[in-house]
């Protein structure tokens, strides 16, 4: 029986799963036990397919508790299978692939960054903050949120950033990860029942995303209960806002490259903005792991595994592949230009088909850091000394510092040491 893992988890964040796929020397999956309980490891873009087929890997029950009330919610879209999951996430992919919609978002986003660095020109900021409340102020206008002013909607971007950043760890970064979830579920419960208060049945198509869910009905015809698009709501903005820490890494990796920022402040159609993009996505550590459970009379690598066993798939290992990615640890910007990544490699937030249990929110993760990568590329700033270490430890990570930067200090190029992978290690 293999040890319980647990305190290594707890100690070496990113690299935990890749460790333990690293000392499996046998046939089959790597094994090991996660709070007392046993675990098979997925990885490769083969294992990317098993793990995604709902005849393979269920999602009811997968999820522990103080991850649903901290990161996804209870009753969220991610706990459900079969018909009911495809009838919800359907919810979903209409507002979250429809490239009109994913474009509208994304240029919310870039009016609220010029509005936000015009007025703070000649400021030091901490740009993982500046771009949580831009963020928030962007989505909050393209999803319909009624009844947040500018206090709820700095508490909005705030909140959200406390449930990603709370939902792995236990102390007081969980604690208030919590709180913060249900201030903004309690808040988004009472829009709802207004919004249903407040109106006869609709007479045509939702023109947002919050009068999407406020219509939603599952497949027994009924809505959604409050507390339930409450949840699914914050599912649509919570994920929206989260996108500050691949921005934080965006600025993170162009901090010392002139040429870069000049090819992507000039990248028209984004071309090069997009290949970034998708670098940023592979290179910086932001999901370590997802999981889900095996079904009955599941088979992985020639054995049987048990059903309920927990099937955890390396999305950190997997973006760091020597298999797969041609020197791993270098970031590269034009590793994907001119071809779009395989959907089965790169795994930054999950894999499998899109109506599957693929994040919905990939399309617009892209198309709105591709922006956020051409606006900071156009922006006149210094980088002041600070800790840009990214601790692996951490989950989830970012420099230490916030990546502080003084707006319209007059530089032409980023100042700043030699450029490092997130482990320290020179690139």
Known sequence: ???????????????????????????????????????RVLHGADAVAFFYDERHARRGGALPGPVLDTLFGRGAVHTLDGAEHRARKALFLSWLTEPRAVQALAARVTEEFRREFGRLRGRE????????????????????LPGYDDAG??????????????????????LRARRARSRQEALLRRAVVAAREGRAEASGPPRTPFEAVVAHRGPDGGL????????????IVRPTIAITWFATFAAHAMRDGAALRRRLAEDEPAGSATSFAHEVRRFYPFVPFVGALATDGLTVGGEQVPPGTMLLLDVYGQNHDPALWHEPFRFVPDRFLGASPHSDALIPQGGGPREGHRCPGEDITVAVLSALARELARLDFTVPDQDLRIPLDRIPTRPRDGLRLVVGAGADTVRSGPRRSPGGHRA
Not at 17 to 28: A, C, E, I, M, Q
């Open 1 to 39: 029986m293999p040890f319980d893992s647990t305190l290594s988890l707890l100690l070496r964040g990113y690299t935990w799963l890749p460790r333990v796929r690293g000392g499996h020397d046998g046939s089959g999956p790597a094994s090991t036990r996660l709070f007392g309980k046993p675990v």
């Open 125 to 144: 900021v901490v740009l993982f903050d500046a771009c949580a409340l831009v963020l928030a102020r962007a989505v909050r206008d393209w999803a319909g």
């Open 153 to 174: 909607t700095e508490r909005l971007a705030r909140d959200c950033v406390a449930m990603v950043d709370g939902f792995a760890t236990p102390g007081p970064r969980h």
């Open 224 to 235: 959604l209960d409050p507390a339930t698009a409450a949840v699914e709501l914050l599912n």
